[in-house]
């Protein structure tokens, strides 16, 4: 594994003032990040576990680029150049910050915009004795570089007389040992491409290239070329996406084929976000229908998924009862194979989620509830008694679902979070998944306060769940374990509704509020077991509504 990359950041970008004027050219932004970071997730994606920048003009954008000199949690040092050392003379003078664990390392022009075949260029570095070896392509201008036969390099920029070889084009991208600096000299103002030639003559076959036309290749050396791959390359959005209160943007973007996707932006404010794209594989494989992912970017924190339309089982709130029943039927369906089979296939699997229901997330739930819904928006008062009954009853609960069979849990089964895409029901916003009780996903769904259900249509959508299996739990045991479920899950969202509504100033979702709390009513008040929640629903009602 290459450690290091040495990325070459100090050039002055002449040819693209003056957008260059107070900026560094590698930090122009292509695709809505700075060009070099497209490189830096390439190499991060390979291993690499640190960055060195060599720096000169407008050197202080880069430490205003990387804040606390980190990149995509990998440290980023700065070697500045008052007098610029070209290539050879840079490259020679971050020797100091090598150690002995760094064999080889990468090294990138940062003014290139590419997206190279980065593992078979270490690959081919690793497996042979080379020096250094260049990736090449065979394709552009200028192909000055003579590729031998047998992958070596012969001759750069026709400096060395030699006629053979395929003429490639050096991609400005290459691997070089740690015993390559001996033909550099401290100080000296030189192309690297010099010592390649010194090394080539001393010991042919020294410097080797590997040839890879995948991906693209950009040398942005015009304003005209640098804007026409901006336009290229930029997701053109065609209208934002509303969802949810995760810290994540939508957007239905045109791709290049006039076919759309959904872009995803998130940050970091919750573990979960990263996960996406690993559980939607892993969904995947179990036949659990979700978006495809089409390309990510981790360091950036975007993804690009698969565009399933824009109706979901909320879009279908006021469609005709068949029609509706056939759509949740179709997601019961896809929950009874996530809950009945996930678990043993994730046991083997090892995909990361988020830590699963137990006695501490299920007090974390209540505490959520009594917190942000009835303290904060509510505004009732509970005496110390009042709490402490409340909060064993609670507890009792939580030890009723913690007893259920440990299942995979979609955790925010709720109407909006389920597409309908050619007559099947898909399902977004998973990356929140736990291992806990199905009941729980039915409750999500089946109380969902954004959507209204008749009594009968409730207990249909129910019993055809039941009837899926397996047939090892008792009628009684099954409705009062999604009673419970259902009561944690309303708690849950009642907690949030204050959360987002109050402290994060969403007054949107206080407009849920209401349906939220007649649905834990009815819930409660159905559950013998549950008495000092259903008191406080009602009177949370009355005092509120």
Not at 396 to 408: F, T
Request: proline share 5%; with cysteine.
């Amino acid at each position: 594994m290459i450690r290091t990359a040495f990325i070459l950041g100090a050039g002055l970008g002449t040819r693209l003032r003056p957008l260059t004027e107070h900026c560094p050219k590698p930090l122009l932004p292509v695709a809505g990040k700075p060009m070099l970071c497209h490189a830096m997730d390439r190499l991060a994606g390979l291993g690499v576990e640190r960055f060195i920048i060599n720096t000169h003009h407008c050197a202080s954008a880069y430490a205003n680029a990387f804040p606390g000199g980190v990149y995509a949690g990998r440290p980023v040092l700065f070697v500045h150049e008052p007098v610029l050392l070209d290539t050879g003379g840079g490259l020679k003078n971050i020797e100091p910050l090598l150690d002995e664990r760094d064999h080889s390392l990468f090294v990138c022009n940062g003014d290139i915009f590419a997206a190279p075949d980065l593992g078979k260029l270490a690959r081919a570095h690793l497996d042979s004795t080379a020096l250094a070896t260049l990736l090449l392509r065979s394709t552009g201008e200028p192909r000055n570089v003579r590729l031998g036969a047998d992958g070596s390099v012969l001759d750069m920029r026709g400096r060395l007389g030699k006629k053979g070889g395929t003429p490639c084009l050096f991609s400005g991208i290459y691997c070089v040992r740690r015993e390559f600096f001996a033909k550099l000299e401290p100080g000296k103002i030189e192309s690297v491409v010099e010592a390649f030639l010194r090394s080539i003559e001393a010991a042919p076959g020294s410097i080797r290239g590997v040839c890879d036309d995948s991906g693209h290749w950009h040398d942005l050396g015009t304003v005209a070329e640098y804007e026409r791959v901006c336009a290229a390359f930029e997701f053109p959005a065609r209208a934002p996406i509303e969802k949810g209160g995760s810290g994540r943007q939508f957007f239905r973007v045109a791709l290049a084929d006039d076919s759309s996707a959904v872009l995803c932006r998130y940050d970091e404010s919750r573990e979960e976000n990263a996960l996406y794209a690993e559980i939607a594989a892993f969904l995947d494989s179990l036949g659990f229908p979700v978006p495809r992912v089409l390309a990510e970017a981790s360091a950036a924190r975007w993804l690009l998924l698969e565009d399933l339309g824009a109706v979901d089982l909320w879009a279908l709130r006021d469609a005709p009862w068949p029609e509706r029943r056939a759509a949740y039927q179709s997601a019961l369906l896809a929950l009874h194979r996530l809950h009945h089979t996930g678990f043993a296939r994730w046991s083997a699997a090892g995909c990361r989620l988020m830590p699963g229901f137990d006695a501490a997330l299920y007090r974390w739930e209540r505490e959520y509830f009594l917190e942000n819904a009835v303290r904060r928006q509510a505004g009732l008062p509970l005496t110390a008694g009042e709490t402490a009954a409340l909060k064993s009853e609670l507890a009792a609960l939580a030890e009723r679902l913690l007893r259920l069979p440990v299942q995979l849990v979609h955790r925010d089964c709720q109407s909006q979070n389920i597409l309908w895409h050619k007559g099947s029901a898909h399902f977004i916003d998973f990356q929140g998944m736990r291992t806990g009780t199905g009941f729980y996903d039915l409750g999500s769904l089946l109380w969902d306060p954004y959507v209204n259900f008749s009594e009968d249509e409730r207990a249909t959508l129910l019993e055809f769940y039941r009837t899926l299996g397996p047939a090892d739990i008792a009628r009684a045991d099954f409705e009062q374990a999604f009673l419970d479920a259902s009561a944690q899950r309303l708690m849950q969202a009642l907690g949030a509704y204050g959360f987002l509504g109050i402290v994060k100033g969403r007054a949107d979702f206080l407009a849920h509020t209401p349906s939220a709390l007649a649905n834990l009513c009815a819930v409660t008040r159905t559950n013998p077991a549950l008495p000092l929640l259903h008191a406080l629903a009602v009177r949370f009602d009355e005092a509120r509504f």
